[in-house]
């Protein structure tokens, strides 16, 4: 079972997002039976078929095993992955495309290269577990906190500048021996939690208690 599988084909994509199916692929995290879905999802062991055999045959859940219980066999069958991710291939005639504009201000075109990086990385992931070989990649996350907009601005240009000494330092630019390797560097607003409100009720207890 691969962490995360991305999917690629329209029609897999479809199936992957109905929400009966999506519940039978996260309970698919483990191995079941039809029998064993259907108690936990309260549908009639029938209909998980139906939407199992959908899912098998977009390749979204494989058989583990079949087990012999009288005269009857039971199929149990796994999710091909813990998560899934859909690629802007599954929507090839409108995906974003990052050679349309490069502009390293715009959030579209940080958002084209995410897609970008989502199909090729998926596509990556795929050749790689079909060769029982490791793909060799590296990822940076963290946050922080700028004090004003023009510091904000001046990080981003010693970052550019940092980004290019070392682009500079390790290009092959002979390009007769190597693996050519994609670089993306991005910095964009962290989404702002939720404000937490007190209720009424705790409101007035704090009143009461004061």
Do not use: C
Not at 18 to 28: F, G, K, N, W
Not at 133 to 138: E, P, S
Not at 198 to 209: I, Y
């Amino acid at each position: 079972m691969l962490d995360i599988e991305v999917i690629e084909d329209p029609a897999a994509a479809e199936a992957s997002l109905d929400p009966i199916r999506t519940r039978i692929l996260r309970e698919l995290a483990e191995p079941g039976s039809a029998t064993q879905l259907a108690a936990k999802v309260g549908l009639p062991r029938q209909k998980v078929n139906y939407h199992l055999k959908a899912l098998e045959r977009h390749g979204l859940v494989e058989l583990v095993e079949e087990r012999r219980k009288g005269n009857v066999t039971e199929r149990v069958l796994q999710a091909t992955a813990a998560s899934y991710l859909i690629s802007p291939v599954a929507l090839a005639s409108v995906a974003p495309d990052p050679h349309r504009f490069a502009d390293r201000f715009s959030a579209f075109w940080l958002l084209a290269l995410a897609g970008r990086m989502v199909q090729e990385v998926g596509k990556l992931i795929a050749g790689a577990a079909a060769a029982r070989q490791k793909l060799a990649t590296f990822a940076i996350d963290g946050e922080i906190t700028f004090r004003t907009a023009a510091d904000r601005a001046a990080f981003a240009e010693e970052l550019g500048v940092a980004v290019t000494r070392l682009v500079d330092k390790y290009h092959n630019d002979g390009g007769t021996a190597g693996r050519k390797h994609r670089l993306v560097v991005a910095l964009h607003p962290a989404l702002k939690e939720p404000h937490k409100t007190t209720p009424r009720g705790d409101k007035e207890q704090e009143q009461d208690n004061d």
